[in-house]
């Protein structure tokens, strides 16, 4: 693996001892992977803290979903019932047809 992707493993302490210290000494001599760990490690932060937060669902979308599946199960049943239906008819169809 190469430097760059070690990073995220080194700032949460994964790596072996010898791939910490092969990031290190590549740290000491490149600022470009200094920034990159930088930027890591606020990205972590950020991560972190939206982990924190609760997520509250508003009620209105609560609302809104509980309505599509409720109308979609009222959908599918009335279609069910109407091919019902129809096979129905046509049986009743085709057995008068065979009686005339």
Known sequence: MSIEEL????????????ERERVEAALTESSRLQGELSR???LFVLLSAA???EIR????LRTSIMLQITLSAY???AAKLA???LETY???VVFFLRLA
């Open 7 to 18: 990073l995220p493993a080194y700032l949460t302490g994964e790596l072996s001892e010898e």
């Open 40 to 42: 890591y490690e606020r």
């Open 51 to 53: 982990a924190a937060e």
């Open 57 to 60: 669902v508003p009620t209105d």
């Open 75 to 77: 959908l599918s049943a």
């Open 83 to 85: 091919g019902d239906l």
């Open 90 to 92: 046509a049986r009743a």
